[in-house]
């Protein structure tokens, strides 16, 4: 029997993964989750071993929990799911050494056998959003770029970034500006756009 976690924040999309999945013979789902700060204790209190979690959690979001649950249960093997085909988010994925990165309005039988693939160690990953994120490219933006980028995205001023980040407001400036021209954006707000569009800053 295959023991799954499942970490999705809408409860009606929980509660269908969870249905689905308890109606295959070989498969229990033994922990559900709506939070990203979750996943962890819940899957240590539970010893799942594939962790099925959404992209888009709130609190931590799903590939930044899948990065930690590897960190401290490396026998659960992750498998990301998400309603958006964004390359660069499926380019954190592939950093964060997750199993699998499916769709999630694949047809459930895919899904059932993606989450036995993944158990049995094998990856998975939806080979449209593969080409995709193939013919993309990776992200331009160092980490420290796209955090400045992600905190100036929710209106936090250089000052703030600054203090924040333990820079100077001056150096902050320079991120940003060289972050508008890496990439060739008309200002910081199409920037932005560009980024999350592309998924680097999820």
């Known amino acids: 029997m295959i023991r799954v976690l499942v970490a999705e924040d809408v409860n009606m999309i929980r509660g269908a993964l969870v249905a689905l999945l308890e109606l295959e013979e070989d498969l229990t789902v033994v922990a559900e989750v709506g939070d990203g700060h979750r996943i962890v204790p819940e899957a240590v209190r539970h010893r799942p071993d594939v962790a099925l979690i959404d992209v888009g959690l709130p609190g931590l979001d799903?590939?930044?929990?899948?990065?930690?649950?590897?960190?401290?249960?490396?026998?659960?093997?992750?498998?990301?799911l998400t309603g958006l085909g964004r390359p660069g988010t499926l380019h954190r994925a592939i950093e964060a050494k997750?199993?699998?990165?499916?769709?999630?309005?694949?047809?459930?039988?895919?899904?059932?056998?993606?989450?036995?693939?993944?158990?049995?160690?094998?990856?998975?990953?939806?080979?449209?959003?593969?080409?995709?994120?193939?013919?993309?490219?990776?992200?331009?933006?160092t980490l420290r770029e796209a955090e400045v980028l992600r905190l100036a995205g929710s209106g936090a001023g250089a000052?703030?970034?600054?203090?924040?980040?333990?820079?100077?407001?001056?150096?902050?400036?320079?991120?940003?500006?060289?972050?508008?021209?890496k990439l060739n954006a008309r200002n910081l707000i199409d920037a932005l756009r560009l980024a999350q569009e592309s998924g680097w800053l999820s």
């Not at 799903?62 to 990301?80: D, M, Q, V």
């Open 159 to 181: 000052r703030e970034i600054a203090a924040c980040l333990s820079l100077s407001p001056g150096t902050v400036r320079n991120y940003l500006t060289a972050i508008v021209a």
């Open 98 to 141: 997750v199993f699998g990165y499916v769709l999630k309005d694949a047809p459930p039988e895919e899904l059932a056998h993606a989450v036995r693939a993944v158990a049995d160690g094998q990856h998975v990953f939806d080979p449209k959003l593969a080409l995709a994120a193939w013919n993309d490219g990776a992200n331009p933006l």
């Open 62 to 80: 799903g590939i930044s929990a899948a990065t930690r649950l590897r960190e401290t249960l490396p026998g659960c093997r992750t498998l990301i």
